[in-house]
C-alpha cells in the first residue's frame, strides 16, 4: 500500500512539474577550529545550508557572506564556494537536492541518497558522495510554478537567502529529514518523499515573499501591477470574482496586493470592487424594465439577496427604493 501511495505521488508532482524533488544526501559538518576551511567545492544539486550553531564565512563566486546561527540558504548548482569557520566551533547541516526529468525512468527507491546518505564530518569535506542520476535541467524558480501557481521575476543571484517567518519551517523540516535519513524505519522513502515535496513547497512561500518584499523598495513596479490589477476589476467585476482572483491575476498574496493597492487607490480592493459593482448597479436601476435579480446578476452578485445587502450597506437603502427614488425625481424634473 505504501509503495503505491509513494508511486502516485511521485506521478503527480511529475505530471505538475515536469520535475520530481528529491534530497539525495544530508552531511553534517562540525568544525572544531577557528580558521578551519572546507575548501572550494562546486555541486551538480542545489545546496540547503543551514547553520546550526557558531559562525562562519561563505565565499561563492567572490562574494563573501558572514553566516550566523540560524542563518539559512540555498547555493545555485555550479557555484564555486568554500566555507571558513569563524568561531571555536560551527556545526552546519547541508542539503543536496535536485530535480530528476520526467521522463527518467528512475525510482525513488534506486537512488541511494533517498534511502538516507546522513554523514556527519569533522573535516572539509564536502559535496554529496553519492554517484548522481541524470538531473533535469530545472531550476528552482521553475520548479516552484508548480507549487505557486506563477512565475516570479526573482533573482538569479549565486544563492538565495531564506529569511522571514518561513526560516524557522525550512530549518525543522532539514532536521527531520536528516533524522530520518539517519534511522531505518518503516516507509522512510515515502516520508522522505514527503518531506522533500513540503521542503519545496515551503521553500516557494519564502521566494514569493522575497519577491513580495523588493517590490516594496521597486514602487513603480507594485504601481503598475495595482494598475494593471485595478484594470482587471473594471473589465471583469461582472464575473464574479474576488480579490483573491484579482492579486492572483499580478501574481501577488492577498495580503500584500491588498496593502499595495490601498496605498496607491486610497481604498481597499473588496471596497473598490464593490463601488464598481454598486456604480454599475446603479445606472440598471433607472431601467425599470430590468429586474433586479437580474442586475443582481449582470454585475458579478451570486444571488439577489446578496446584491440586497451589500447596495444597502454602501446606498443606506435596497434596490427597489434607490430606484422608487430615482424615478421620481426623474419625474418632477
Not at 533517498?114 to 573535516?123: A, D, E, F, I, P
Not at 549565486?158 to 539517519?182: C, L, T, W
Not at 514602487?219 to 480579490?243: S, W
Amino acid at each position: 500500500m505504501f509503495n503505491n501511495l509513494l508511486i502516485a505521488i511521485e506521478n503527480g508532482i511529475l505530471n505538475s512539474s515536469g520535475a520530481l524533488p528529491v534530497v539525495f544526501e544530508g552531511i553534517e559538518h562540525v568544525f572544531e577550529k577557528t580558521g578551519k576551511s572546507a575548501g572550494e567545492s562546486m555541486h551538480d544539486t542545489h545546496e540547503l545550508l543551514y547553520m546550526r550553531d557558531g559562525e562562519s564565512e561563505l565565499s561563492i563566486e567572490g562574494k563573501n557572506l558572514q553566516l550566523r546561527k540560524g542563518d539559512i540558504l540555498i547555493i545555485r548548482p555550479h557555484m564555486v564556494h568554500a566555507l571558513l569557520s569563524t568561531s571555536k566551533k560551527a556545526e552546519i547541516l547541508s542539503l543536496y537536492f535536485g530535480f530528476i526529468p520526467s521522463n527518467s525512468d528512475i525510482t525513488l527507491s534506486g537512488i541511494a541518497g533517498v534511502s538516507g546518505s546522513r554523514k556527519t564530518s569533522k573535516v572539509n569535506k564536502t559535496g554529496p558522495t553519492l554517484p548522481l542520476p541524470k538531473l533535469a535541467q530545472t531550476s528552482l524558480e521553475s520548479f516552484m510554478q508548480f507549487a505557486t501557481e506563477g512565475e516570479e521575476d526573482l533573482s538569479k543571484d549565486p544563492y538565495f537567502v531564506v529569511s522571514g517567518s518561513y526560516k524557522h519551517d525550512v530549518a525543522d523540516i532539514s532536521e527531520r529529514i536528516i533524522s530520518e535519513m539517519g534511522e531505518d524505519k518503516q516507509s522512510k522513502d515515502l516520508m522522505l518523499q514527503l518531506l522533500t515535496v513540503e521542503l519545496m513547497i515551503v521553500l516557494s512561500r519564502t521566494m514569493r515573499s522575497e519577491w513580495e518584499e523588493s517590490l516594496r523598495v521597486k514602487t513603480g513596479k507594485a504601481k503598475e501591477l495595482v494598475f494593471i490589477a485595478k484594470n482587471f476589476i473594471d473589465t471583469n467585476y461582472d464575473r464574479g470574482i474576488t480579490v483573491t482572483d484579482a492579486a492572483s491575476y499580478v501574481f501577488l498574496s492577498q495580503g500584500y496586493f491588498t496593502r499595495a493597492f490601498k496605498d496607491e487607490i486610497g481604498v481597499s480592493p473588496m471596497s473598490y470592487l464593490m463601488n464598481v459593482r454598486i456604480a454599475k448597479a446603479c445606472e440598471l436601476l433607472n431601467n425599470r424594465d430590468i429586474k433586479v435579480s437580474a442586475i443582481a446578476t449582470s454585475v458579478g452578485f451570486a444571488s439577489a439577496q446578496r446584491f440586497n445587502v451589500a447596495f444597502k450597506k454602501y446606498m443606506g437603502l435596497t434596490p427597489m427604493d434607490y430606484r422608487k427614488k430615482s424615478a421620481n425625481k426623474s419625474e418632477r424634473s
